[in-house]
């Protein structure tokens, strides 16, 4: 039997995985970027706005609603634990992994659907 008292207790104490996860066509190959502190909520809620038709990217938007959800796929890309630090070093280091695949990927144009920098959600 399921002790759910427990897990839901350690659910809580488990630290977030901050971290780079990208959205990417498999049929033009065009890629979206973004970063978060906590990776898990994020991937969700992206993929529940394009299926609801209001994502803020309406070109992703547009792109979703062709191609169909099959034809795009989510990954995390580069994660990290959060447990034992601060805030500040949760926000420097996750700083760092933006500019690193920013810098790597070059999701803008032709390439991706981001539409400047800033990708952390």
């Not at 502190?37 to 803020?56: A, C, D, F, I, S």
């Not at 990217?57 to 989510?74: S, V």
Request: hydrophobic fraction near 35%; include cysteine; aromatic fraction near 10%.
């Amino acid at each position: 039997m399921i002790n759910r008292k427990a897990l839901k207790q350690a659910y809580k104490e488990t630290a977030p995985q901050a971290g780079i996860f990208q959205l990417k066509n498999k049929i033009n190959g065009k890629i979206c970027l973004g970063s978060s502190t906590n990776l898990h909520g994020p991937l969700n809620r992206e993929k529940m706005m394009l299926n609801l038709g209001n994502h803020r990217n309406p070109a992703l938007q547009a792109d979703w609603k062709q191609y169909g959800e099959a034809n795009f796929e989510f990954g995390i890309l580069e994660e990290f634990d959060t447990a034992n630090k601060s805030r500040f070093e949760v926000d420097e280091e996750l700083s760092l992994l933006e500019e690193i695949w920013l810098e790597k990927l070059q999701p803008f144009g032709e390439k991706g659907y981001n539409l400047n920098r800033k990708i952390r959600i």
